[in-house]
């Protein structure tokens, strides 16, 4: 009997370019068995050492360069210059993030118990690689989403297996060889590839799941890991709001929703996906993206182009379906509205929607795609109230000048993160966490969050003094009983003490 192929298809052309066999259980078992051998003396290498062979791996990125972009475009469908600014770029600064800050991160660190009783003892807190971690991709971003996740798990002493997406699978198959050429050990690095099959499989053998994707795979993901109480980090879908006021510099706003909504043709998690415009600026507003949006170039990806293809053909009927359904239902696209008929894969126009409402699924369900629907509001607190009428929760934008408003807005907007007067930009400052609320998931990457998960924590209390016996050990006694009572009332009791202390220790959040 054949075992299972996966077809790798070109969006931008629909022509096959690779056909490779899918992992089986057995496979997938044995793979998590040789990363497992491989971790051991991983873990025993200095934090100096694995950098060392992540700045070699750089290297070679850097080398392959062209050879790279190839296999991005190819499989995504996406500009090349989008596989050099957004891929490549982020990778080469996060290797060298992680190479730089995990140190930092994950030292050994002394922690001073507050209670005076406890200065009898010396209390540490060290972290330690989980072991082997799966990480499972979507296909919008083959390097980013791959490798990218995988540098802070490996720089904290973990192998890593990689199950992509199974549209971009080759990606992810040409980072393994290049880890390998720059002298990683052998399967600390390994692919598995497949489909939800191997993705579970995949649960069942290793310490702990990094999954992006959807919000549906996500939950099965995580159901999977509660039969083996592994961690898992999910990374989810977004409905990401913008929000422009009257006082906004709106030039700069119509260039940052124009990209934030259709950079890598909208495929991105952090995607503005709807904006709402304050009344006095909504006319503006709308001919300046109008005017932008007309002004892109759609082509394949070798070609001097803003947009691409889409990826994923079931992503593109979704999209399709959604932007047809908003027309029935009143609203009008002031441009594309359809697939682009001068091209033949996975084009659709990139669209400005007007006249958009909540009763239309393009507003509150994720679409991945070249979508910017526009909706005229009231006022801020009407674009919040709007904003947050979302199950998702992972970014959001504020056009405004105003940094007190702006500051009351952080504060109401249910997102993990926000961006003012910018779009984009959270994803590629690792130095800070950055991950959602609600159906976006829980979980974050980047900054010290972003490294820890992927380790488990271990607090060590060592005596300093060395006593025959402590005062809460054996043997019991009415003396010692009383005297633990007194000692409650006198640490705990309010009295003289908190009539000193100031009602209200919050430090005030710094104004943006
Ligand atoms: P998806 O959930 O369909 O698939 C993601 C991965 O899970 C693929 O590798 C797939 O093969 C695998 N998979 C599918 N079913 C599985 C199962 N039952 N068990 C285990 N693995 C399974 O998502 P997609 O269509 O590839 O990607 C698009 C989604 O990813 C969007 O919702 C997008 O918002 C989200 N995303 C989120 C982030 C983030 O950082 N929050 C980043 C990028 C993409």
């Known amino acids: 009997m054949t075992s299972p192929s996966l077809k790798v298809r070109n969006p931008a052309t629909l022509e096959q370019i690779a056909e490779l066999p899918v992992a089986s259980a057995a496979e997938v078992a044995a793979a998590a068995a040789r990363a497992r051998k491989a971790q051991r003396p991983w873990q025993a290498k200095s934090l100096a050492e694995r950098a060392k062979l992540l700045y070699r791996f750089r290297d070679l990125l850097i080398d392959e360069q062209e050879r790279l972009a190839d296999i991005v475009t190819a499989e995504s469908g996406k500009p090349r210059a989008e596989v050099y600014g957004n891929e490549l770029f982020y990778l080469c600064d996060v290797i060298g993030f992680w190479a730089k800050n995990a140190e930092k991160f994950l030292r050994p660190k002394k922690i001073r118990p507050h209670l005076f009783m406890f200065k009898t003892k010396k209390v540490f807190s060290y972290h330690y690689p989980l072991g082997v971690i799966g990480i499972i991709s979507p296909w919008n971003f083959p390097l980013v989403l791959t490798a990218g996740d995988a540098v802070p798990a490996l720089m904290a002493g973990n192998a ?5 997406s199974e549209l971009t699978p080759l990606t992810a198959l040409f980072v393994a060889e290049l880890a390998q050429k720059a ?51 999910l990374e989810l879908g977004g409905k990401d709001p913008a929000i422009v006021l009257n006082d906004a510099n709106l030039e700069r706003a119509a260039n940052a929703c124009v990209w934030g909504a259709l950079m890598n043709s909208g495929q991105v998690c952090t995607s503005i996906e709807r904006i709402y415009v304050e009344e006095a600026a909504y006319d ?15 082509g394949a990806s070798d070609e001097e182009i803003e947009l691409g293809s889409m990826s994923s053909e079931g992503q593109f009927k979704k999209v399709q ?22 091209l033949r894969g996975l084009f659709y ?62 504060d109401q907007l249910h997102t993990g993160t926000v961006c003012v007067n910018d779009a984009l930009v959270n994803y590629i400052i690792p130095d800070t966490p950055m991950g959602g609320v ?48 007194r000692l409650i009332n006198l640490l705990w009791r309010s009295g003289w003490k908190t009539k000193f202390r100031s009602p209200d220790r919050a430090r005030k959040a710094p104004v943006p």
């Open 349 to 410: 126009e990139p669209t400005v929607l007007v006249e958009v409402n909540h009763d239309m699924s393009i507003a509150h369900e994720e679409t991945f795609g070249p979508i910017i629907p526009i909706i005229k509001v009231r006022d801020a607190d009407e674009a919040i109230r709007m904003a947050n009428d979302s199950r998702y929760g992972l970014d959001a934008c504020i056009f405004t000048r105003d940094k007190q408003l702006a500051a009351r807005m952080i």
């Open 321 to 342: 379906a959604q932007v047809d359904e908003a027309i029935a239902k009143g609203a009008k696209a002031l441009t594309g509205g359809c697939a682009n008929p001068n």
């Open 160 to 164: 890593v297996l990689i199950k992509p």
């Open 284 to 298: 503006t507003f709308v001919a300046k993206v109008v005017e932008k949006v007309r002004a892109l170039r759609q």
């Open 183 to 233: 002298g990683f050990p052998d399967n600390l690095l390994q692919t598995v590839i497949g489909g939800a099959e191997a993705g579970q499989t995949l649960i069942d053998h290793v310490d702990m799941i990094a999954f992006t994707g959807s919000v549906e795979v996500g939950k099965q993901v995580a159901q999977r890991a509660a039969e083996r109480l592994i961690p898992v980090s």
């Open 438 to 485: 609600k159906d976006s998931g829980s979980s974050r990457r980047h900054g010290v969050e972003g490294i820890r998960k992927y380790c488990r924590q271990k607090t060590v209390v060592v005596d300093r003094l060395g006593l025959r016996n402590e005062f809460p050990w054996f043997p019991a006694s009415r003396k010692k009983t009383e005297q633990m009572r």
